[in-house]
């Protein structure tokens, strides 16, 4: 019996969660919080009131004892125990007003019935309990409840038969504690068979303190944690807009290996639409094929695909491939639960790999469809073949990168062809505890064969270049001593010299050439663009200061950063590709002063950046993410963004954003967050909530205003239950915003 009611808790605790009414706490081996020894109080969240503490104890002695006021045996062999009437067996103890029965056949309890064992206790009115293996157990007017996992059950009767199937009649279930009854599942008429893995449930409810909010006529569901084919739990919403939105996921366990998620969508004034999630795995990984299709009043169908797969053969070869595709001309699913997104460019790829730590191979083909016709397609690799390794020592690091890339424009109108990218970089190393030297020479060698399409021309050219460049820190440490705590700060110079010289560049495409944003870390960097196409000139030398902090248990409480590039020489290869020696594309003297800053307190962490110009006595990139809890429970984020691009200043950024989350008592809070963007003049996120939590529920009530993907403003109420260990409810806004710090996955605490 205890087996096949653990089986029924352990399935409840996985399904919902719910608080129940007028509970009697005495009767669920409840202690309070307060009562509680400080070791247990420690186990115990901040939202929980108390423990349920089992002081039942298995006994050594393999016999049966029986024990009572009066015990008398009758002329057909049956037992009557009347007052204080306890069986104590090894495994459990059965105590009532009154029992009879016959050892090895069965017991008949009445009044006060009590029964219990390791971690478990039931209690009755009135049981019979079945020793033979072909009778049923039956338990009236019945609570359960199991200590370690917190599950509780009440029934009208609980009973289980010779086959193992348990029968629950007028039950409920839950996991709140007795003093936070938030919610209740219940079912008129409820069946667990063990044997086959499956129960199911009549006229289920969920019940949100006290108050039916779901119903289900009828629920099949699983009673152990082998997957199993059912209903998984829905999701619902409204809008002023759409209306009445609505999904039931449908698990399908299709063999050991292969398995299946199947969505169906509604939206009132939308349209309804399909998701399929496909899954399989194989000895050597997992294969995932998706699809979102919606019928749109309308657009019509909307339609995305996905298929995904990685397999590792062993510890050297590893393979896959990703298949994305919007076969319904650039229209999106407006419901989708799949991971599969709106963008301008569906890869379709496949890749082979063998890696041994230091050598490195990988042959990759990439493909895309560009939904919006309109949109510039990307090149494609047909292949990219990449091979590296790399060998350290002591005294000498050597990295070599050899990279062919055969590249196709899928519009043929305006350039592709196959590039050889040879890097070669060895840099010896000189260090002791308080300093390093480490000077190196870094070799570019690239190979095009290209193909214009306006000119319907083929041409060839190479690039070979040289850069050196000496890398050099001191280490300075002392300790401070603060009272009786001892804290260690560290001084670290750095200096940098890298002399990369001019080469003429005019015939090279640009296939994957970027600009990096300028950093106190791209400083020492020995390179000056991203990809492969341009090889940056520069003669620099950087200087940076590196500083931290770190408290008596070694943790790093403070770090700042600064430094600055010098420029010995003027930079004459840009972006573009068009070089001429005779006119400089950047001819500045020196860079910004380029700062970061960081702090990790108890009560709040800093990160800042700031990039100075010196000369103009502009600020061309001001970045601060601060995370405050300024008192418990109060939680303040803060962050800003000013970022100037002097190439393109579409791409300028000038933006505000604050959260918080208050706490109004113990279980109530209120969050919000606002973002204003200085280039717009005008907020492009308002949210504000209001949350309730305790050790078995979170509910979560907000307004939220923001700019969506196609620049224009939405709003909606989003209400979203998690009822602990069992599920969600609702639906919450899919834009990031500070409820996800408040929601926490459902974890309990922020």
Same mark, same amino acid.
């Given at each position: 019996?205890?087996?096949h ?7 409840f605790?996985s399904?919902?969660i719910?608080?129940?009414?007028? @509970? !009697? ?5 409840? #202690? ?11 186990q115990?969240?901040q939202?929980?009131?108390?423990a ?11 016999? +049966? ?6 015990i ?15 069986i ?18 069965y ?15 039931i209690?009755?009115?009135? @049981? ?13 007017d019945?609570?359960f ?25 007028e039950g409920?279930? +839950?996991?709140?504690?007795? #003093?936070?009854e ?30 039916p909010v ?11 944690? #082998?997957?199993q ?11 002023g ?8 996921p ?12 199947? #969505?169906?969508?509604f939206? !009132? ?5 399909i ?6 795995l ?7 094929y ?6 749109d009043?309308?657009?019509g ?6 298929l ?15 298949l ?13 639960s ?8 569906? !890869? ?10 230091n ?6 083909y ?6 919006d016709?309109s ?5 494609e ?6 091979s ?34 040879l890097?070669?970089?060895? @840099?010896?190393n ?46 300075f440490?002392?300790?401070?001593l ?20 001019? /080469?003429?560049?005019?015939q ?7 600009e990096?944003?300028?950093t106190y ?5 020995h390179?000056?663009f991203?990809g ?10 950087t ?7 770190y ?14 590039v010098f420029y ?19 001819d ?12 990790f307190?108890?009560n709040?962490?800093l +990160? ?20 405050? /809890? ?32 208050f706490p109004l ?16 003049e ?46 969600t409810?609702?639906? @919450?806004?899919s ?16």
């Amino acid at each position: 019996m205890f087996k096949h009611l653990r089986t029924y808790a352990l399935f409840f605790q996985s399904l919902f969660i719910l608080p129940i009414a007028n @509970a !009697q706490v005495d009767q669920w081996d409840w #202690t309070p919080r307060e009562s509680l020894t400080a070791e247990q109080q420690a186990q115990l969240n901040q939202y929980c009131q108390g423990a349920y503490i089992n002081s039942w104890q298995a006994t050594n002695s393999k016999t +049966t004892n029986l024990s009572g006021d009066l015990i008398v045996r009758d002329k057909k062999g049956v037992i009557h125990l009347q007052g204080a009437a306890e069986i104590v067996q090894p495994n459990s103890t059965l105590s009532a007003n009154t029992i009879e029965g016959i050892p090895d056949d069965y017991y008949r309890a009445n009044g006060d019935v009590t029964l219990r064992g390791d971690n478990q206790l039931i209690r009755s009115s009135s @049981a019979y309990i079945s020793n033979n293996g072909n009778g049923t157990t039956e338990f009236n007017d019945a609570t359960f409840l199991n200590h370690q996992s917190g599950t509780r059950v009440a029934a009208k009767s609980l009973s289980n038969d010779q086959e193992g199937v348990i029968f629950i009649e007028e039950g409920f279930f +839950t996991t709140c504690e007795p #003093t936070q009854e938030s919610w209740q599942l219940y079912g008129s008429s409820i069946e667990l068979d063990t044997k086959s893995g499956f129960g199911t449930a009549k006229h289920v409810q969920i019940r949100i303190a006290g108050i039916p909010v779901f119903y289900f006529p009828w629920l099949r569901f699983p009673l152990d944690d #082998t997957r199993q084919t059912g209903f998984l739990f829905p999701e619902f919403g409204y809008s002023g807009s759409d209306g009445f939105s609505f999904s039931a996921p449908f698990y399908w366990n299709i063999a050991p290996n292969y398995d299946a998620t199947i #969505t169906p969508q509604f939206i !009132q004034k939308k349209g309804e639409g399909i998701d399929l999630e496909l899954r399989h795995l194989s000895p050597y990984g997992q294969t995932t094929y998706e699809q979102s299709t919606f019928s749109d009043n309308d657009e019509g169908e909307q339609t995305l695909l996905k298929l995904t797969s990685k397999q590792k053969f062993n510890d050297y070869f590893n393979a896959g491939f990703l298949l994305e595709a919007n076969p319904t001309d650039n229209k999106f699913p407006e419901a989708n639960s799949t991971s599969i997104g709106e963008k301008d460019h569906y !890869q379709r790829s496949m890749y082979f790999a063998f890696n041994n730590g230091n050598f490195f191979n990988k042959v990759t083909y990439l493909t895309y469809q560009t939904p919006d016709k309109s949109d510039d397609q990307p090149f494609e690799w047909r292949p990219r073949v990449d091979s590296s390794y790399q060998m350290t020592s002591s005294y000498m690091d050597y990295k070599v990168n050899v990279q062919y890339t055969d590249f196709y424009d899928p519009a043929e109108d305006d350039f592709d062809g196959e590039r050889v990218v040879l890097n070669q970089d060895l @840099a010896l190393n000189f260090s002791n505890s308080w300093g390093t030297i480490s000077p190196g020479l870094l070799t570019q060698y690239r190979d095009y064969d290209l193909h214009d399409y306006k000119t319907s021309t083929d041409s060839s050219n190479t690039v070979g270049h040289l850069s050196s460049y000496i890398d050099s820190s001191l280490l300075f440490e002392r300790r401070i001593l603060d009272g009786q705590t001892s804290r260690r700060q560290t001084l670290e110079p750095r200096l940098s010299y890298l002399y990369a010289p001019f /080469e003429y560049q005019n015939q090279v495409p640009n296939f994957d050439a970027s600009e990096p944003t300028m950093t106190y870390s791209q400083a020492f960097s020995h390179t000056r663009f991203n990809g492969s196409d341009r090889i940056g000139d520069t003669e620099q030398i950087t200087f940076g200061l590196e500083s931290r902090l770190y408290d008596a248990n070694n943790n790093e409480k403070w770090a700042f950063k600064a430094g600055q590039v010098f420029y010995l020489e003027d930079r004459y290869v840009g972006i573009n590709g068009n070089t001429n020696k005779d006119t400089a594309v950047d001819d500045a003297k020196r860079s910004d002063l380029l700062t970061s800053a960081d702090y990790f307190g108890n009560n709040y962490s800093l +990160t800042a950046n700031l990039n100075y110009n010196l000369d103009d006595q502009n600020v061309n990139l001001a970045q601060l993410v601060a995370s405050m /809890e300024p008192v418990d429970d109060v939680k303040i984020n803060l962050s800003y963004l000013y970022s100037i691009n002097n190439t393109d200043p579409d791409d300028d950024a000038k933006q505000a954003s604050i959260g918080t989350i208050f706490p109004l008592n113990q279980n109530w809070s209120m969050y919000t967050q606002y973002t204003y963007d200085f280039n717009r003049e005008d907020s492009t996120k308002e949210i504000v909530g209001l949350g309730y939590e305790n050790c078995c529920i979170k509910v979560s009530l907000s307004y939220q205003d923001w700019l969506n993907d196609n620049n224009v403003f939405d709003r909606g109420v989003f209400l979203q239950f998690i009822l602990r260990g069992l599920s969600t409810a609702g639906r @919450a806004n899919s834009e990031a915003n500070i409820a996800d710090n408040y929601w926490n996955q459902g974890n309990v605490g922020y």
